[in-house]
């Protein structure tokens, strides 16, 4: 893999990650999961939310799109499984950045 190739990749896994946590069920989800184990049914996830079936499912999609779940298939149920790793990989790699003050000149103070 390229430099350039490698540098979109984070950028697409950058989009995806942040896009996912831009929705506030989408962060109860994964809350939810940490402290259920880290694993739970569709259904169990489902019965936490007033809204309509279609609606939790499509969150979950796109926390699966993102890499944020993995569904396994135990049976006839859907088991959704947490990533954290992901998570801490894509989002606090980035947020990492923002540890250390950037090397050179102090930045000017706007008045």
Excluded at 32 to 58: N, Q, Y
């Amino acid at each position: 893999m390229t430099v350039q190739s490698r540098g979109a990749a984070d950028l697409e896994a950058l989009d995806a990650v942040f896009g996912a946590l831009a929705h506030q069920s989408r962060r109860t989800i994964l809350l939810v999961l940490l402290a259920k184990g880290g694993e739970m049914t569709s259904g169990d996830i489902a019965a936490r939310f007033e809204h309509s079936w279609p609606t939790t499912t499509r969150h979950l999609r796109i926390l699966e799109d993102a890499g944020l779940v993995h569904p396994v298939l135990r049976g006839r149920q859907r088991v959704y499984r947490l990533d954290a790793a992901r998570l801490r990989s894509v989002a606090g790699g980035w947020l990492a950045r923002f540890d250390e003050p950037p090397a050179g000149p102090s930045p000017t103070r706007v008045r």
